[in-house]
């Protein structure tokens, strides 16, 4: 396997400091502060390890409270809210400890600190029942496009220093859009992306495995979609974004290392926030998972 991928899948994994606790290594993709897609893949992480392997997870909805920072992990503290006969319902409360008690990633296991993330999370036994969806958009397939990275390096000279390693390395979700957008030189656009994703390398045949990962993808390209109207991006100087809540629901099973068309949209951004939804189809023209984001955008005076 890939390092990367194998890394990824590590981090999702977390350590179990008893029954409903758990803790997280942070990773640094450059950003100066933890990738919302990191919290929401190991709070599911952490909600599913508390529930029966056959109660799959149907949907979760999650607030960012906080930035989390690179330097120091997360406990993650699973509260069992319900456990029916078809539904088991989980509470989650993503907490960093205090710096001086988590040198490195070693941390504090007793120290509470702040709570960065929340999330509740469904679980659901299979049931058959009625099936319509919508229909997959018509796009160009992923093998006649080039992957964000390999766009990236086409221009490597054109790109700042700060940015340059961050847009070139190699990505454990390879991502080949549509229709690319540059965030140095961004252009009024109509709201909407699609993007074909993947990981670059298997994964285990492990269903739940594959929906962290695909709640961890789901940050990528997201937010940016309702600030494309307006020419501008997270790059422009003075813009101040950030992610506020997130919500996805898993409707059918998938592989997430096989392509998977994220069709984005933003039907509306006011009052300084903005708002997403995102439909996942797999090759076969199933729609697997939807998604919902609601994010701060404002330039700062």
């Known amino acids: 396997m890939h390092r990367l991928l194998a890394d990824l899948i590590d981090l999702l994994a977390l350590e179990r400091l008893d029954p409903d606790r758990f803790r997280g290594r942070t990773q640094d993709l450059g950003w100066r502060s933890i990738f919302g897609g990191q919290v929401l893949g190991q709070a599911l992480s952490a909600a599913a390890q508390t529930v029966p392997p056959e109660r799959a997870a149907h949907s979760l909805h999650g607030y960012f409270l906080r930035a989390g920072d690179v330097t120091r992990p997360i406990v993650y503290e699973v509260e069992r809210l319900r456990d029916g006969h078809s ?15 988590a040198p490195g990633q070693a941390g504090d296991a ?5 709570a ?3 999330l509740e999370a469904s679980f659901h036994v299979h049931e058959e029942g009625f ?3 919508d229909p997959m958009p018509e796009v160009p397939p992923p093998e006649s496009l080039k992957s964000e990275r390999d766009l990236a390096l086409a221009v490597t000279d054109q790109l700042p220093a700060a940015l340059r390693t961050l847009a070139t390395d190699e990505r454990v979700i390879e991502i080949r859009p ?13 709201p909407r992306r699609h993007l074909w994703c ?10 739940a495995l594959h929906q962290y990962v695909l709640a961890y993808a789901s940050d990528f390209s997201f937010l940016g979609t309702a600030l494309d109207p307006h020419g501008v991006s997270w790059l422009t100087p003075n813009m101040q974004v950030a992610s506020l809540d997130h919500a996805l629901w898993f409707h059918r099973p998938f592989r997430l290392d096989d392509w998977i068309l994220y069709a984005v949209e933003s039907p509306s951004a006011a009052g300084g926030r903005g708002l997403v939804r ?7 023209g199933r729609l697997i998972a939807s998604t919902t984001q609601e994010g701060l955008m404002r330039r700062r005076s």
């Not at 539904?87 to 008690?101: E, L, N, S």
């Not at 007793?110 to 702040?114: H, R, T």
């Not at 993947?198 to 269903?207: G, N």
């Open 110 to 114: 007793g120290a509470l600190g702040e």
């Open 278 to 284: 995102g439909r996942f189809f797999d090759r076969a």
């Open 87 to 101: 539904f088991t319902t989980r509470r989650v409360i993503a907490r960093q400890p205090p710096a001086a008690d």
């Open 178 to 190: 549509v229709d690319p957008r540059t965030p140095l030189r961004p252009r009024p656009m109509p």
């Open 131 to 133: 099936d319509h969806q």
């Open 116 to 118: 960065i993330f929340s």
């Open 198 to 207: 993947r990981t670059i390398d298997k994964l285990p045949d492990d269903a």
